[in-house]
Structures are given as C-alpha cells and as structure tokens.
C-alpha cells in the first residue's frame, strides 16, 4: 500500500515494514492518512517489524497542530512496532532516536542518508 504522491510525506507498506520519505514540513494529514494503512495492517498483524524513515534532512513541522498529531501517531503506534531505521544526514535527525529511546518502545538504528538496503536489512533481521 502506498501514501498519496505530492504529500508531504511519501510512505509504503512493505511485508510489515512502512517506509517513510517526507518532501517537506510534515502535515497533520500525513499522520492521518499513515494510520488508515496502519492501523488495519495491525488489526490483521499485531505489530509492524519496522520503521524506515528516509530523510536526508530534517522536515519539520508545518504546524504546532502537526506536531500534536505526529506525538499522538506515536502514542498510538509505538509499542506495536520492533524497530526503527532512520536513514539521514541531519544532525537533528541523529540525536532524536537518543531521546525517543527513553519513552518509546522499539528500538532505533541511523543509518547514512542513502543506506537503505543496510537500513531495511536490520528493520528485516534485527541485525
């Protein structure tokens, strides 16, 4: 299943893996439309293997309002989820897993920004 192209965040879900690329600021629509693929998959699943979020840069928000509704997509999903990827190069980007690791449940891997193929490997393996 695959996110609306030209939001701001392209997403694909991938045998228990949800790929995640934002194009800009993030919306509170994104987490939205993210949790209608989701939450079904966790229904039928349990839980998602992983999480890889391809961002070279760090997006931001476009508003407080998507800010509130990306915390509460995490509220809501984070303990059915193993693994997170992030694929990046922004220094924002690197720290964040340090601080989501003390209230979040999977665990949390950076990877270079392009090192997909290593990112996805450890979403699949856990190694």
Same mark, same amino acid.
């Given at each position: 299943?695959?996110? *609306?192209?030209?939001?701001?965040?392209?997403? $694909?879900?991938?045998?228990?893996?949800?790929?995640?690329?934002?194009?800009?600021?993030?919306? *509170?629509?994104?987490? +939205?439309?993210?949790?209608?693929?989701?939450?079904?998959?966790?229904?039928?699943?349990?839980?998602?293997?992983?999480?890889?979020?391809?961002?070279?840069?760090?997006?931001?928000?476009?508003?407080?309002?998507?800010?509130?509704? +990306?915390? $509460?997509?995490?509220?809501?999903? +984070?303990?059915?989820?193993?693994?997170?990827?992030?694929?990046?190069?922004?220094?924002?980007? $690197?720290?964040?897993?340090?601080?989501?690791?003390?209230?979040? +449940?999977?665990?949390? $891997?950076?990877?270079?920004?392009?090192?997909?193929?290593?990112?996805?490997?450890?979403?699949?393996?856990?190694?």
């Amino acid at each position: 299943m695959e996110g *609306a192209i030209g939001a701001m965040i392209e997403f $694909k879900l991938l045998e228990g893996v949800l790929v995640l690329r934002p194009n800009g600021p993030l919306t *509170a629509d994104d987490f +939205h439309r993210i949790a209608q693929t989701v939450d079904p998959y966790l229904l039928d699943n349990g839980r998602l293997v992983g999480v890889l979020i391809d961002a070279p840069a760090f997006p931001g928000w476009e508003s407080f309002g998507a800010f509130i509704e +990306h915390m $509460k997509f995490v509220r809501d999903h +984070h303990e059915n989820i193993e693994r997170i990827a992030v694929a990046t190069d922004s220094e924002i980007l $690197k720290l964040a897993p340090r601080f989501a690791e003390h209230f979040a +449940h999977p665990v949390f $891997k950076v990877f270079r920004s392009g090192d997909i193929d290593a990112a996805l490997a450890w979403l699949e393996t856990g190694t």
